[in-house]
């Protein structure tokens, strides 16, 4: 609508205008028509508010014109001189004019800026100014550090006062408020330093060095900087009740403070008003930066200010330089885009941005740009404000309310700004103080509704009145409601502050609950101490024991009834007066007074004992427990009781004795309590189960676990029925092993017959049993090697006559007779019943056989080798030599009896599945006072050979019989039971011991024991496989079975010697001493009727003295082969013997006499 009136009126100045010089060609008029030149601008001038400023300067063109229109000058001149007036004076005011709309403009933009910028400064200065009046009247003392550089940079009056701060020392104090020696300061600092905030209580030391405690809240954050900055809230803890007087002194402070501050700031609002008027008049004057920019963004003019601002010579910048070589890169597309803007649509391109100059110096400066197009052309004005200044005023504004709002929010007391009877602003510790989480619970509520019922009335004047300006309590309680609807008390300490000049109330809120209910249970335990007065002075009238109090002079105050029997006075005597030194010994009173003396100082007394004087001047052992008798920290007296130690001293004495005679038994003593627990051992009860006595001693039988379950609930049984328990039983030591003790376990109980707890005697009977067990394995080791004796002799009688005959039938046949396989198998049958005895007879230890140092690893290695040819290939055989030492005093032979025997079992563990068969030699020492594997061997050095398999193994039943005679697991024809026990003889025949570990399904380990020699021992020889040796001498062959001196009268005839043969001994002997020269040799049997086989040696020796003489016996317990070779016998031989071993026999005796 605007545009088209100012159009109508454009069209209409043109016409008059046009009209006008028409009429002047026409008819001159002269200067009569000057007005008529001033019509059209006044119309056209119309349009703008500077139409007076237009027709001025119009008026001195119209002047010129009218000059040169002179009549006296030609008509052409004159209309030429009229007409370049007027169109000067035209195209004068059309530039005018569109300056004068670019200014008008550029003024709205100006003051519109303005007014922005002093809304976002009244903004920021409004926040910064309620925190700031936060902080200034916060009750705590708050403080802003450099915790890497322990500075404190600033502090709000509660924290200068509570450390002595003054704005002269401030800015030189450190941050070392908090006692280094505090325990809890380091817990303190790491977690600050973990999360970025800690909470604690510490001590606190003031400028003066004087010590406080507090609790102290503190924050670390970082600036705009990136300093990083604590802020620290402290409240003084140590005596509250003077801190809450200190408070309300802080609080009538702070109010004059905050009216002082008032006037301060009203102050400068009347400073900033002048300010602002006379900055209006100045930017009037000078303007702001404002440039011209045409179409192609070409700055075609700037004022002095531009200049100022970017340093930029104005020569160097009109119509040489575009907008887009003073902004920075990051900005030049936006510039751009909206130029390109504003030409399209005006209204579509921001009017008013901010972007980034870069001066001539090449600084770079943020500037607010208010932009617009020129109406009616393509150009643009722009008018821009240096904002760097203002944007770090920003920045610090909002760090100071960063700062502030850290403050309040971690402060201990809950804060509320309060206005019109609502909560404008709550701290988190309010809303955690009623059970809120969120601020919109009480933002823009009613304070009322975190009040109870009861007080809301109250409150709501209170707050009410202070908001008015009316004289109310500064501090106040009240009963607040959580959100769940639990009562909490709160105190209240609030002041009225101005902010934007409207009244609020700024409240801090403490949680007293605590507190209160201190202070309730202080008076209760005021009526109750009251109370207890009383009922001590009843008790006391009722306690066996002495029950005195007196004063500081040591006069008694008070005895009990008990006292005047105690000493023998009267209560006359006491109401004369009498000191309590006085019933003391005479030896013991210094050392009383001195003990009184420490009792009244506050030392503690843990009770004295002294000698006391009865009336009659008897003395008595005493035991005095006293303190003292203070009110109100005062010393009054001292209270004691007095024990009379007679009867416990005589109690004390037998005690002792039967503790010392107790702690000294060889066996086991514990005292139970009725639960089980152990409440005395003595040291024998400790090391029998391998115990500490500070270990066993505190724990429930039960839980020790030394006992078996059943057994100990069976005892228990017993116990409780009010029996004694005793018997055999099995305990668990500490390190698992297990030991057996005879246990009697029997109830203690009182004087009235109840139960009081249980006493346990124990002793260990495990080696006891050990050897019964031992022992009646030996008895019936003996048993058995008896039998087998009293059947070893005959026996052998038979097998000798059956293997004499089955030798003889064997050389009387051809080799290719059918018979010979017959023989053959009678032969070894025979053979093998032959090893079968003696096999009976080293198991009975029945035999002698002569030991020499032997190399165990040689026998070792040829029993393997026989072995690899007999055993299945499913077995694998190792062998693992290192004994350094493997020299023993043991007889070759019975040691590969031992392995053949230990590794036919283990093949035949391991027939089904096959497996490894490992023999292992090592050499192994046993110090003394160390476990040995066997209770017979001795400490020293012994040879270890293990002979170990993969088999089935052997369970606990089969373990405990697997060394008996006749023994066997194996099915019927398979085994004859005398293996492992023919093992188990001659292992112990070699003064060694032999052990078994083994689990079914793990295979089984067996590990022998020989005692070591020093010596290189001999290696087995080989026995030669060749023919029986033959001889032509004369032999005397006598024994009391014709079978068998027919067999060898035939067998060693035929061998080529020439025998005589006697059954009868004293035959023998007549023969002999008839002729004793007739006989090269004599063979006799030991067991014969009327004259055994040594007495015939022995009266044959008589006759001849270098008779060679061979001893056969089947069995004998009477002579041995030392005793056979003291007589003079020259060999000892075990019948049966085979015809190659009689025959080799004869040779050797016959080769040594001839040597």
């Not at 800026?113 to 009247?137: H, I, P, Q």
């Not at 030049?332 to 803007?341: A, D, F, P, S, V």
């Not at 010393?635 to 004691?640: A, D, H, N, P």
């Not at 004087?751 to 124990?762: F, H, Q």
């Amino acid at each position: 609508m605007k545009e088209s009136r100012d159009k109508m009126l454009f069209l209409l100045a043109l016409a008059v205008s046009v009209g006008v010089l028409v009429l002047d060609l026409i008819a001159p008029l002269g200067a009569s028509i000057w007005i008529l030149y001033a019509l059209p601008l006044l119309f056209d001038h119309r349009r703008t508010r500077y139409a007076y400023f237009t027709v001025a300067i119009c008026s001195i063109f119209m002047l010129v014109g009218f000059y040169y229109s002179n009549p006296g000058i030609p008509r052409q001149e004159q209309l030429l001189t009229r007409i370049t007036g007027i169109g000067v004076g035209w195209i004068l005011a059309i530039v005018l004019t569109q300056r004068n709309q670019a200014a008008e403009k550029l003024r709205k933009e100006r003051l519109g800026l303005k007014r922005e910028v002093e809304e976002r400064t009244a903004a920021l200065a409004a926040s910064e100014e309620r925190y700031k009046a936060l902080f200034e009247n916060s009750l705590d003392g708050i403080f802003l550090s450099d915790p890497t550089q322990a500075r404190i940079l600033s502090a709000n009056p509660a924290a200068c006062r509570l450390f002595d701060f003054t704005e002269a020392n401030l800015p030189l104090a450190r941050d070392t408020t908090v006692d280094t020696n505090d325990p809890n300061l380091s817990g303190f600092l790491e977690e600050r330093k973990q999360k970025g905030k800690s909470f604690a209580e510490l001590m606190h030391r003031r400028l003066n060095g004087s010590m406080f405690s507090g609790e102290v809240s503190s924050v670390i954050y970082r600036d705009r900087e990136g300093q990083t900055r604590a802020v620290n809230v402290i409240r003084d803890t140590t005596e509250r009740r003077q801190a809450e007087a200190a408070l309300r002194k802080a609080h009538d402070e702070l109010e004059a403070r905050v009216q002082e501050r008032t006037q301060d700031l009203l102050a400068a609002n009347q400073a900033l008003r002048a300010s602002e008027d006379l900055y209006r008049t100045i930017f009037d004057t000078t303007g702001s930066a404002t440039i011209i920019i045409e179409d192609d963004m070409t700055i075609s003019l700037v004022n002095d200010e531009f200049e100022r601002l970017l340093k930029y010579r104005k020569a160097e910048i009109e119509g040489r330089m575009k907008v887009g070589e003073l902004v920075v890169p990051e900005d030049l597309q936006k510039i751009e885009e909206y130029h390109r803007m504003r030409r399209i649509n005006p209204h579509d391109a921001p009017r008013n941005y901010t972007a980034h100059c870069v001066r001539a110096d090449g600084e770079v400066r943020e500037v607010h740009v208010a932009a617009n197009i020129i109406s009616g052309t393509r150009r643009s004005v722009a008018s821009i404000t240096d904002i760097t200044e203002q944007r770090t005023a920003e920045e610090l504004l909002r760090e100071s309310e960063e700062r502030y709002r850290i403050a309040i929010e971690h402060s201990n007391d809950g804060v509320s700004l309060i206005r019109g009877g609502k909560h404008v602003f709550v701290n988190q510790k309010l809303l955690h103080m009623f059970g809120h989480e969120r601020d919109e619970d009480l933002l823009d509520k009613t304070i009322l509704i975190t009040v109870h019922p009861d007080d809301r009335e109250r409150v709501s004047t209170i707050n009410a009145a202070r908001q008015d300006g009316a004289e109310v309590p500064a501090r106040y309680e009240f009963r607040g409601v959580k959100k769940d609807g639990t009562s909490v008390d709160v105190e209240v300490s609030a002041t009225r502050v101005s902010y934007r000049g409207e009244p609020f109330a700024l409240a801090y809120l403490r949680d007293i609950t605590e507190r209160k209910q201190a202070e309730n249970a202080r008076r209760k335990i005021e009526s109750e101490l009251r109370e207890s007065e009383k009922r001590f002075r009843d008790l006391a009238e009722l306690l066996p024991e002495v029950v005195f109090e007196a004063d500081l002079t040591g006069r008694m105050t008070y005895l009990n009834q008990q006292a005047l029997e105690t000493f023998g006075d009267s209560r006359e005597d006491f109401e004369r007066g009498v000191n309590v030194v006085e019933k003391v010994a005479p030896e013991d009173r210094d050392r009383a007074r001195a003990n009184i003396e420490r009792i009244v100082r506050g030392e503690k007394s843990m009770g004295n004992e002294y000698s006391g004087v009865k009336k009659d001047g008897t003395l008595f052992p005493i035991l005095v427990h006293a303190t003292p008798v203070s009110d109100a920290g005062r010393v009054l007296g001292i209270r004691g009781i007095v024990v009379d130690m007679s009867e416990r001293r005589r109690v004390e004495q037998q005690v002792t004795r039967l503790a010392t005679a107790v702690e000294g038994l060889a066996e086991g003593v514990a005292m139970m309590s009725p639960e089980g627990v152990i409440e005395y051992a003595n040291p024998s009860a400790c090391r029998l189960i391998g115990y500490r006595h500070e270990e066993f001693v505190g724990q429930n039988i039960r839980s020790v676990g030394i006992l078996e379950r059943k057994k100990l609930d069976l005892i228990c049984r017993s116990l409780r029925e009010g029996r004694s328990w005793s018997g055999t039983t099995e305990c668990r030591k500490k390190d698992g092993g297990n030991l057996t003790v005879e246990l009697a376990m029997s109830p203690v109980k009182d004087t009235l017959g109840a139960t009081i707890g249980y006493i346990a005697v124990e002793r260990d009977v495990t080696e006891e049993l050990k050897l019964e067990m031992q022992l009646r394995q030996a008895q019936k080791m003996e048993a058995i090697g008896t039998l087998a004796g009293g059947i070893a002799h005959d026996f052998n009688n038979l097998l000798a006559i059956i293997i004499g005959n089955t030798e003889l039938a064997v050389d009387d046949i051809p080799p290719d007779s059918d018979l010979q396989k017959n023989l053959d198998q009678i032969l070894k049958a025979s053979k093998r019943g032959r090893d079968l005895v003696k096999q009976i007879l080293t198991f009975s230890r029945k035999t002698a056989r002569e030991r020499k140092a032997v190399r165990l690893i040689p026998v070792v290695e040829e029993t393997f080798r026989l072995l690899r040819s007999s055993l299945p290939t499913s077995i694998q055989m190792v062998s693992n030599l290192e004994a350094m030492t493997d020299v023993i005093a043991a007889d070759a032979t019975q040691i590969q009896q031992i392995l053949m025997n230990l590794a036919t079992n283990a093949a035949y563990a391991m027939r089904n599945e096959g497996g490894t068969l490992t023999v292992g030699l090592e050499e192994i020492t046993f110090p003394p006072h160390v476990p040995l594997p066997d209770g017979e061997m001795r400490p020293g050095r012994y040879v270890k050979l293990t002979l170990s398999d993969t088999g089935t193994g052997m369970d606990e039943e089969v373990k405990k019989r697997i060394f008996d005679p006749f023994f066997t697991t194996k099915q019927a024809g398979q085994g004859t039971g005398m293996g492992l026990a023919v093992v188990y003889g001659i292992v112990k025949s070699h003064n060694g011991a032999i052990t078994l570990d083994s689990e079914p399904g793990k295979g089984s380990t067996f590990n022998l024991f020989f005692p070591c020699i020093d010596g290189a021992g001999e290696n087995r020889a080989v026995e030669d496989s060749g023919a029986a040796p033959s001889g032509r001498e004369r032999i005397l062959f006598v024994d009391d079975e014709e079978a068998v001196t027919e067999i060898a009268t035939e067998m060693l005839s035929r061998l080529g010697y020439s025998v005589t043969a006697r059954q009868n001994p004293s035959d023998a002997l007549q023969e002999f001493t008839q002729t004793p020269d007739g006989f090269d040799l004599v063979i006799t049997d030991q067991s014969m009727p009327q004259m055994t086989g040594v007495r015939l040696a022995e009266e044959m020796i008589k006759v001849r003295k270098d008779v060679p003489i061979i001893l056969c016996t089947g069995y004998s317990e009477v002579v041995s082969p030392e005793k056979a070779k003291d007589i003079g016998i020259r060999e000892f031989v075990m019948k049966p013997l085979l015809r190659k071993e009689m025959a080799e026999t004869i040779r050797r005796v016959l080769k040594a006499k001839r040597g």
